[in-house]
């Protein structure tokens, strides 16, 4: 059964950082891609990151480009979110997904994940 764990979310000013992770188990991470995506209320599910399964690609949302770096630790079956510069927009849940193909490049659009943990709050606020 294929598990991911997100943590790492909490509490932070503007202008602070975080760094998420998101543990996988189930499968083996190294020939998957990870996606990060986040929901915040009223608004729809945005894809915010994505790492492709040899570390060959990222990619990232324009909004987060420059503030946010995504890597993966396969030894670890660790997925990271390093948020920087946080602002009140960046107010969500944060969820990560698995690719349901291995060794494919990844992508921020949904469709392909199949697995997905159940997520963790990030709150920007002063």
């Known amino acids: 059964q294929v598990q991911l764990v997100e943590s790492g979310g909490g509490l932070v000013q503007p202008g602070g950082s975080l760094r998420l992770s998101c543990v996988v188990s189930g499968l083996k991470l190294d020939y998957y891609a990870i996606g990060w995506f986040r929901q915040a209320p009223g608004k729809e599910r945005e894809g915010v990151s994505c790492i492709s399964w040899n570390e060959g690609s990222a990619s990232y949302a324009d909004s987060v480009k420059g503030r946010f770096t995504i890597s993966r630790d396969n030894a670890k079956n660790t997925v990271y979110l390093q948020m920087n510069s946080l602002n009140p927009e960046d107010t969500a849940v944060y969820y990560c997904?698995?690719?349901?193909?291995?060794?494919?490049?990844?992508?921020?659009?949904?469709?392909?994940?199949?697995?997905w943990g159940q997520g963790t709050q990030v709150t920007v606020s002063s």
């Open positions: 997904a698995a690719d349901s193909i291995p060794l494919t490049q990844c992508t921020t659009h949904a469709t392909p994940y199949d697995n």
